[in-house]
Antibody, heavy 121, light 106 residues
């Protein structure tokens, strides 16, 4: 059974940093591109970032480019999102998701339960 | 930047057909997919590559994509289909989600 479990969310001050993790199981993690998607309270879904299966290619939404870094450790079956210079508008539930056929540009076929990031002083 | 526009809400009676549109410039030249999200839950993929259903998704969900519009159709709508629905496509390696549509089953 495919499982994606996010962790690392919490309360952080504006300008602060946070690292999210997504532990994957039930599939060959190293064969799949992965994504981060966020959803602000009461709002719609927003694409954040993508990474290829081997980690060699990364992509970002303009809203987070230069502040967030996506990475992965295929030996640990874990996806990461390092978030810096956090702003109030970054407050959201952050989901990790898998690319259905393993390539960036595929649909998001499995999603984690999400982890909440609150940015407030 | 690329945008996908959906109607904010759609109402449907049980057993009837609900159609949700997603509009974007030359969307028909890209693959569209659709996600269902119920309150307090993570999104679920219901249609990928315009019209394909993942395993476990009921046949009443179907999709199409042509010109500037992708459409998700729910035939024989059931109360359990009440949810928010989002279309999604890719533009220059950037994922783009639609504005979302709340489907209410009256």
């Amino acid at each position: 059974e495919v499982q994606l479990v996010e962790s690392g969310g919490g309360l952080v001050q504006p300008g602060g940093s946070l690292r999210l993790s997504c532990a994957a199981s039930g599939f060959t993690f190293s064969s799949y591109a992965m994504y981060w998607v966020r959803q602000a309270p009461g709002r719609g879904l927003e694409y954040v970032s993508a990474i290829s299966s081997n980690g060699g290619s990364t992509y970002y939404a303009n809203s987070v480019k230069g502040r967030f870094t996506i990475s992965r450790d295929n030996s640990k079956n874990t996806l990461y999102l390092q978030m810096g210079s956090l702003r109030a508008e970054d407050m959201a539930v952050y989901y990790c998701a898998r690319a259905i056929f393993g390539v960036v540009g595929d649909a998001f076929d499995f999603w984690g339960q999400g982890t909440m990031v609150t940015v407030s002083s | 930047s690329y945008e996908l526009t959906q109607p904010p809400s759609v109402s449907v009676s049980p057993g009837q057909t609900a159609s949700i549109t997603c509009s974007g410039d030359k969307l028909g030249d890209k693959y569209a997919c659709w996600y269902q999200q119920k309150p307090g839950q993570s999104p679920v993929l219901v249609i990928y590559q315009d019209y394909n259903r993942p395993s476990g998704i009921p046949e009443r969900f179907s999709g199409s994509n042509s010109g500037n519009t992708a459409t998700l159709t729910i035939s024989g709508t059931q109360a359990m289909d009440e949810a928010d629905y989002y279309c999604q496509a890719w533009d220059s390696s950037t994922g783009v989600f639609g504005t979302g549509t709340k489907v209410t089953v009256l």
